[in-house]
């Protein structure tokens, strides 16, 4: 099993203070596949690098109608063959998560945080169930931006299930 001992950077830019309301569950699901999804990318790629490896960028917009956040990373791109399988059901780039060894050895090893190949539907889905939307643009030997598009779901505290 492969275990990072490093990452980089991850730099976030925009207004500080700024709230708004939404699904916090649903927002940490959607916000930490994309940095988790960056940070592996980016550590793939210049894990034998003697350069170190460019920081991960977090760009919060407060808009009028939604809110965007995109990730940024330079961690190789994605090549355009394969973008549409990534909002397929179990398709993964990462190792498989499925551990070899019997269920009572596995439960005593690390927790395995990529490999099961549903995060970015899943973060695709909370953001449209919504009124949002998560896009990919990958540029293949460069990196990739994820932009997750969140309707705003009021301008007073009201409770959200």
Avoid: C
């Amino acid at each position: 099993m492969r275990e990072y001992g490093d990452a980089p950077e991850v730099s976030v830019y925009g207004t500080p203070d700024f709230t708004f309301p939404y699904v916090p569950s649903h927002l940490h699901h959607m916000l930490f596949e994309l940095v988790k999804n960056s940070l592996r990318a980016v550590q793939d790629r210049f894990a034998e690098s003697d350069d170190p490896a460019p920081p991960i960028r977090l760009v919060v917009a407060e808009g009028g109608e939604d809110v965007t956040l995109k990730v940024s990373d330079e961690g190789g791109g994605i090549p355009r063959s394969g973008l549409a399988n990534i909002w397929t059901y179990l398709y993964s780039t990462a190792k498989s998560p499925v551990d070899p060894r019997s269920v009572d050895e596995a439960d005593s090893g690390p927790v395995v945080l990529a490999g099961y190949g549903y995060g970015l539907p899943i973060s695709r889905l909370y953001a449209r169930y919504f009124g949002g939307d998560l896009q990919i643009i990958s540029m293949e030997g460069y990196g990739t931006d994820a932009y997750l598009h969140l309707n705003r779901l009021g301008t007073s505290q009201e409770p959200l299930p």
